[in-house]
């Protein structure tokens, strides 16, 4: 069992940048594919990117289309702790981010919802025009 937990969100004006974190807690953080997701006011939950576990230090990586070039993932195994990395935000990046352990420790991450079983409570990102 996976407990996660998001920081970093705030506010920010458009073109700014923010970090956030997903604190793991679990003997098996360091064995699951782990993403991101967004969900807007009035709108469902999307996928935001996702990153793979590693063996070998070979790390996968996917993005929506959205943030590609924009944000990145990565992992800290040691921390127990996934970022997201989001440059040059936009107003329509306005969204609570949930991060979110796969259930199963599939070797490439995976960018559908329904293959997420632990979810954290997310982190609001108001990005002001």
């Known amino acids: 069992q996976v407990q996660l937990a998001e920081s970093g969100g705030g506010l920010v004006q458009a073109g700014g940048s923010l970090r956030l974190s997903c604190a793991a807690s679990g003997r098996t953080f360091s064995s699951y594919p782990m993403g991101w997701f967004r969900q807007a006011p009035g709108k469902k939950r999307e996928f935001v990117a996702a990153i793979s576990w590693s063996a070998d230090r070979i790390y996968y990586t996917t993005y929506a289309d959205s943030v590609k070039g924009r944000f990145t993932i990565s992992r800290d195994n040691a921390k127990n702790t996934v970022y997201l990395q989001m440059n040059r935000l936009k107003p329509e990046d306005t969204a609570v981010y949930y991060c979110?352990?796969?259930?199963?420790?599939?070797?490439?991450?995976?960018?559908?919802?329904?293959?997420?079983?632990?979810w954290g409570q997310g982190t609001p990102v108001t990005v002001s025009p």
């Open positions: 979110a352990a796969e259930s199963t420790p599939s070797r490439r991450p995976s960018p559908l919802l329904s293959n997420y079983a632990t």
